[in-house]
């Protein structure tokens, strides 16, 4: 495309009103307007066109953005115009993605936009039987959707084929690199044709993975829609300093509060999450946990009944973060502050989705003070500090009313204003924040 026909699309793309006027098919419109979709988000207004043309694609948005309509829409509409049978084994467009909840997430969402189109999906992922997923890619489908591990695994078994692959898709790139998949990335890029069509989304750009883009992408348009204040608008953020031993205490006690209707709590370790779900549930408050080591049959049980309802609290590792959609997620609890600011940004964004309101609240133990900072200095924006008392060791978690709150100042440096903190580890109304320095 001649750049200067990009540049005239993107400073016009704020007048595109439908999906209609960006191209898109009345097989893909009668869909989408089944789905409430009329109007296209900034990242669909500036790449679906290109898209549609071919070119290649780099995109930086993060969670929340719709970037998973941005590209499944011209994908399902060239493959379906003129459509042409995958032979066996074969695939004809891939798309990578970091975890299970995020490649079952991704191929649910091809099929609702091409319910009308007739094309064959398939998704592989680990922590299930792979012979099930060889028999559905033995006829050969139109759209695999599939996690790094497991694909190359059916590869090597000689149950898919990558030589007809014609699109190409690496979603959440970033967290493909955290979580050590890039070199298995590389491994299946080289199986699939040159001259593909290719698509790479990231949160944000390490240089790892601004290097595989200009590998594996040919004069890729880039498009950026990751706001300046990272944040979302609509999360009220909040912070408790309260030690390690009384997070446990403070958390049952937010949950005799109504309002905390359907939570996820996030924790470091998966050890953690299931010490905390395994607590909640003995207090009566029905949670369970999610991380990787849990089998995907149970992982996905637990997000369903977390969706229905049946349970309240879902408590996860930082595998949730990205790639859970769940509708009504009226609080994130950073039950132990990531260690990267970034995780915590994708962590509250499971709240206040789809134009509601949410709240995000954080437990900062003495020895997480540092990341602390590290967030507010990413989201430009102090948290609001509330007032802890820790309960009697004797006392039994009671509801409380909402603390007063004040913004979470900072000094110079970026580092919270630091009060010392009660004998027993939490904040009386004097001391609501540590001195710095200690």
Same mark, same amino acid.
């Given at each position: 495309?001649?750049?200067?026909?990009?540049?005239?699309?993107?400073?016009?793309?704020?007048?595109?009103?439908? #999906?209609?006027e960006?191209g898109?098919?009345?097989?893909?419109?009668?869909?989408?307007a089944?789905?409430?979709?009329?109007?296209?988000?900034?990242?669909?207004?500036?790449t679906?066109?290109?898209?549609l043309?071919?070119?290649d694609?780099?995109?930086?948005?993060?969670?929340?953005?719709?970037?998973?309509?941005a590209?499944?829409?011209?994908?399902?509409?060239?493959?379906s115009?003129?459509?042409?049978?995958?032979?066996?084994?074969?695939v004809?467009?891939?798309i990578?993605?970091?975890?299970?909840e995020l490649?079952?997430?991704?191929?649910?969402?091809?099929?609702?936009?091409?319910?009308?189109?007739?094309?064959?999906?398939?998704?592989?992922i680990?922590?299930v039987?792979?012979?099930?997923?060889?028999?559905?890619?033995?006829?050969g489908?139109?759209?695999?959707?599939?996690?790094?591990?497991?694909?190359?695994?059916?590869?090597?078994?000689?149950s898919?084929r990558?030589?007809?692959?014609?699109?190409?898709?690496?979603?959440?790139?970033?967290r493909m690199?955290?979580?050590?998949?890039?070199?298995?990335v590389?491994?299946?890029?080289?199986?699939?044709?040159?001259?593909?069509? %290719?698509?790479?989304? %990231?949160?944000?750009?390490?240089?790892?993975v601004?290097?595989?883009a200009?590998?594996?992408?040919?004069d890729?348009?880039?498009v950026?829609?990751?706001?300046?204040?990272?944040?979302?608008?609509?999360?009220?953020?909040?912070?408790? #300093?309260?030690?390690v031993?009384?997070?446990?205490?403070?958390?049952?006690?937010?949950?005799?509060?109504a %309002?905390?209707?359907r939570?996820?709590?996030f924790?470091?370790?998966?050890?953690g999450?299931?010490?905390?779900?395994e607590?909640?549930?003995?207090?009566?408050?029905?949670a369970?946990?999610?991380?990787?080591?849990? %089998?995907?049959?149970?992982?996905?049980?637990?997000?369903?009944? #977390?969706?229905?309802?049946?349970?309240?609290?879902?408590?996860a590792?930082?595998?949730?973060?990205?790639?859970?959609?769940?509708?009504?997620?009226?609080?994130?609890v950073?039950?132990?502050?990531?260690?990267?600011?970034?995780?915590?940004?994708?962590?509250?964004?499971?709240?206040?989705r789809?134009g509601?309101?949410?709240v995000?609240?954080?437990f900062?133990?003495?020895?997480?003070r540092?990341?602390?900072?590290?967030?507010?200095?990413l989201t430009?924006?102090?948290?609001?500090?509330?007032?802890y008392e820790?309960?009697p060791r004797s006392?039994?978690?009671?509801?409380?009313?909402?603390?007063?709150?004040?913004?979470?100042?900072?000094?110079?440096?970026?580092?919270?204003?630091?009060?010392?903190a009660s004998?027993?580890?939490?904040?009386?109304?004097?001391?609501?924040q540590?001195?710095?320095?200690?």
């Amino acid at each position: 495309m001649d750049p200067r026909v990009t540049a005239r699309f993107k400073d016009s793309f704020l007048t595109i009103a439908t #999906f209609a006027e960006l191209g898109v098919a009345e097989p893909l419109l009668r869909a989408l307007a089944a789905e409430n979709y009329t109007t296209p988000t900034p990242i669909q207004a500036q790449t679906i066109a290109s898209l549609l043309a071919g070119r290649d694609l780099l995109g930086i948005a993060q969670t929340g953005t719709g970037k998973t309509a941005a590209f499944a829409l011209p994908i399902l509409q060239r493959l379906s115009s003129p459509r042409e049978a995958p032979e066996r084994k074969s695939v004809h467009a891939l798309i990578l993605a970091p975890t299970r909840e995020l490649a079952v997430q991704i191929v649910d969402s091809f099929r609702t936009y091409g319910r009308h189109l007739g094309l064959r999906h398939a998704v592989v992922i680990g922590g299930v039987g792979q012979h099930g997923q060889a028999q559905a890619l033995s006829r050969g489908v139109d759209i695999l959707v599939a996690t790094p591990g497991r694909l190359l695994d059916l590869m090597r078994a000689g149950s898919v084929r990558l030589d007809a692959v014609k699109f190409l898709v690496l979603d959440e790139a970033d967290r493909m690199l955290d979580m050590g998949f890039i070199r298995d990335v590389r491994k299946i890029v080289a199986a699939v044709p040159r001259g593909r069509q %290719s698509m790479l989304f %990231s949160a944000t750009m390490p240089q790892e993975v601004a290097k595989l883009a200009a590998d594996i992408m040919r004069d890729p348009l880039r498009v950026e829609v990751t706001p300046k204040v990272v944040t979302v608008e609509a999360v009220d953020q909040r912070v408790y #300093f309260v030690d390690v031993a009384n997070k446990p205490a403070l958390l049952s006690r937010l949950l005799g509060n109504a %309002s905390l209707s359907r939570v996820i709590v996030f924790t470091r370790t998966k050890h953690g999450a299931n010490r905390v779900a395994e607590r909640l549930a003995r207090d009566g408050v029905g949670a369970d946990a999610i991380h990787g080591n849990k %089998s995907q049959n149970a992982r996905q049980r637990a997000l369903d009944q #977390f969706r229905s309802g049946r349970i309240r609290v879902l408590v996860a590792t930082d595998i949730a973060a990205r790639g859970i959609d769940v509708d009504g997620v009226s609080h994130v609890v950073n039950y132990d502050l990531p260690n990267e600011p970034e995780s915590y940004v994708h962590r509250i964004g499971r709240t206040a989705r789809a134009g509601a309101k949410g709240v995000a609240l954080a437990f900062c133990s003495p020895d997480e003070r540092t990341y602390l900072r590290d967030i507010e200095r990413l989201t430009r924006r102090p948290l609001l500090v509330e007032n802890y008392e820790p309960l009697p060791r004797s006392a039994s978690p009671e509801p409380r009313p909402a603390a007063n709150h004040r913004p979470h100042t900072q000094g110079r440096t970026g580092a919270p204003h630091q009060r010392p903190a009660s004998r027993h580890g939490g904040q009386n109304q004097r001391s609501a924040q540590p001195r710095r320095g200690r």
